[in-house]
C-alpha cells in the first residue's frame, strides 16, 4: 500500500484498522486493534495501545515533564527543556550493550505537534487515557471516532494559593464534578479561618482534600501553590502510573491517604533499586538518579512537592549535589 506523507507529521491515509501512520526523524509509529509498534534503524518494539496512549497522553500533558519519561522499559523521551530526546533501548543496559539502543533530538513544538495528532487520531470514542481502567471503556479494536474533550484537558495551575484573591484556577467543586466513588468517606467543611482584623483579605484556607476528592483524573498531578520555585503538584492516583519517571532532580512524595506501592530502579540500567510501600502520613525523597512506577490498589491522594529550579538537572548530573537529600 502506498501513502502519502504529509512532511513531519504522518501518512494522510489510514491503514487496513482505520490508523494513520507517523514518523519522527526515523522513528516510525503504528497502530493495529490492540498494539503501538514503533520502529527505528537497528529494531522495533510493541506497546498494548491502552499503556502507550496512557504515557503518550501524560508526556503530552506535562510538556514531557522533568527529565525522562519512560513509555515502559524501552521507549521514552528525555526533556532537555526546548528539545526533547526521542529514545529507544537507552535506559537499557541489555539494548546498550547489544548496540540496539538509538536516540534523536527534536525541538519540542515538532515532537509535541506528531505527538498530539498521533494521540487524536489513535484515542478511540470509548476511551478516556486519563481515566482510571474502572473508569473508562476500551481502547481497542478497529478505529472508531475520536475523545478530543478529554484528551485536550489541561493541568489546573495556581497562579498563588489556592484561596487567595486572584488564584485562577477553577475549584473543581465549582465546576460541578462529583465526589468520586473511592472518596465518598472525604468530609467537604471548608476550614474557619479567624484573622485579625485588617488581615481578612491575607489569611486564606481551603479542604485540599474535598478538591481532591473531585478529580477526576488519575497519575495528572495540578500546581495548586506556587512559591518561588516550590511547586505543590497534588494528585489522586489509581492502578498503574502510565510512565516509569526517571528523575533529574529530587522529588518529594507526601502520601496523603491510602496506600501506594513505588518500584524504584536505576535510571540508566533498570536494575531494581527498592520497592517502598508508602502509606497514609508517609515521607518519601526520591532521589535524583532513579525511575520510579507507582502502584495504587484504590484510589488514593498524593502530594508530589517539586522544585523547578531549572539549575538542577547540571547540579546532579555534574555531580555537584548528591542525588539524595540526606547522607546517611
Ligand atoms: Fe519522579
Given at each position: 500500500m502506498t501513502t502519502e506523507t504529509l512532511p513531519e507529521i504522518g501518512s494522510i491515509e489510514p491503514n487496513r484498522h482505520g490508523y494513520r501512520s507517523f514518523a519522527l526523524g526515523r522513528f516510525t509509529f503504528e497502530r493495529d486493534e490492540y498494539f503501538a509498534h514503533i520502529t527505528w534503524p537497528q529494531g522495533r518494539h510493541l506497546m498494548p495501545v491502552d499503556a502507550f496512549l496512557k504515557a503518550l497522553q501524560r508526556d503530552i500533558a506535562w510538556g514531557f515533564f522533568y527529565g525522562i519519561v519512560n513509555f515502559d522499559g524501552v521507549v521514552g523521551t528525555i526533556n532537555h527543556y526546548g528539545t526533547v530526546d526521542l529514545f529507544a533501548g537507552r535506559f537499557s543496559d541489555h539494548y546498550r550493550r547489544a548496540g540496539l539502543d538509538y536516540s534523536e533530538n527534536f525541538k519540542t513544538p515538532l515532537i509535541q505537534r506528531v505527538f498530539e495528532a498521533m494521540l487524536e487520531d489513535w484515542t478511540n470514542s470509548t476511551f478516556d487515557p486519563f481515566a482510571s481502567p474502572a473508569e473508562t471503556g476500551s481502547?481497542?479494536?478497529?478505529?472508531?471516532?475520536?475523545n478530543k474533550r478529554a484528551i485536550t484537558r489541561h493541568r489546573v495551575t495556581a497562579k498563588?494559593?489556592?484561596?487567595?484573591?486572584?488564584?485562577?484556577?477553577?475549584r473543581s467543586d465549582e465546576a460541578g464534578f462529583p465526589i468520586n466513588r473511592h472518596f465518598r468517606d472525604v468530609r467537604q467543611d471548608e476550614p474557619e479561618v479567624k484573622a485579625e482584623p485588617g488581615f481578612e483579605d491575607q489569611v486564606v484556607a481551603f479542604n485540599l482534600f474535598a478538591y481532591l476528592s473531585r478529580?477526576?483524573?488519575?497519575w495528572n498531578p495540578s500546581v495548586v501553590s506556587v512559591c518561588k520555585a516550590s511547586l505543590y503538584c497534588p494528585t489522586t492516583e489509581e492502578y498503574i502510573l502510565p510512565v516509569i519517571h526517571g528523575n533529574d532532580r529530587v522529588e518529594w512524595f507526601v502520601q496523603l491517604s491510602d496506600e501506594i506501592h513505588w518500584e524504584v530502579e536505576?535510571?540508566?540500567?533498570?536494575a531494581v533499586r527498592a520497592r517502598v510501600v508508602m502509606k497514609a502520613g508517609d515521607v518519601a525523597a526520591m532521589p535524583a538518579d532513579i525511575r520510579h512506577r507507582g502502584f495504587s490498589p484504590k484510589r488514593s491522594m498524593l502530594l508530589v512537592w517539586e522544585?523547578?529550579?531549572?539549575?538542577?538537572p547540571a547540579l546532579y548530573a555534574s555531580g555537584k549535589m548528591p542525588p539524595t537529600p540526606v547522607q546517611f
Open positions: 481502547a481497542f479494536g478497529p478505529k472508531n471516532g475520536s498563588r494559593m489556592i484561596g487567595c484573591p486572584g488564584d485562577e484556577p477553577r478529580s477526576d483524573v488519575t536505576d535510571r540508566d540500567t533498570g522544585n523547578a529550579s531549572p539549575d538542577l
